[in-house]
Nanobody, 123 residues
Framework: QVQLVESGGGLVQAGGSLRLSCAASGRTFSSYVMHWFRQAPGKEREFVAAISWSGGRTYYRDSEKGRFTIARDKAKNTVYLQINSLKPEDTAVYYC????????????????WGQGTQVTVSS
């Protein structure tokens, strides 16, 4: 089983950038597809991006294409989410998840989550 720890969130002004990290433990990390999700207050957890085990294939939520970039460093067992041109509506807790396929996924498909990292964007 892969254990996940998210970090890198914070309070930023609209238009700024953040790079979120998801550190994974477990020898089989490199074989998993990795996903980023986010959950805004009062809303359901929603898919943001996914990346293949090799890092060569990515998939993004349609509305976020161009502002979000997912990447992974297999040597560091870490997945990243770069978010540019941040908007107040990006305010949410961001989570990573392991497994599945490189496509939009439902949060209910994943049983294991980290604690998440809070991103707050001020206008």
């Amino acid at each position: 089983q892969v254990q996940l720890v998210e970090s890198g969130g914070g309070l930023v002004q609209a238009g700024g950038s953040l790079r979120l990290s998801c550190a994974a433990s477990g020898r089989t990390f490199s074989s998993y597809v990795m996903h980023w999700f986010r959950q805004a207050p009062g809303k359901e957890r929603e898919f943001v991006a996914a990346i293949s085990w090799s890092g060569g294939r990515t998939y993004y939520r349609d509305s976020e294409k161009g502002r979000f970039t997912i990447a992974r460093d297999k040597a560091k067992n870490t997945v990243y989410l770069q978010i540019n041109s941040l908007k107040p509506e990006d305010t949410a807790v961001y989570y990573c998840a392991a497994g599945g396929v490189v496509s939009q996924a439902a949060a209910s498909s994943f049983a294991s989550w980290g604690q998440g990292t809070q991103v707050t964007v001020s206008s």
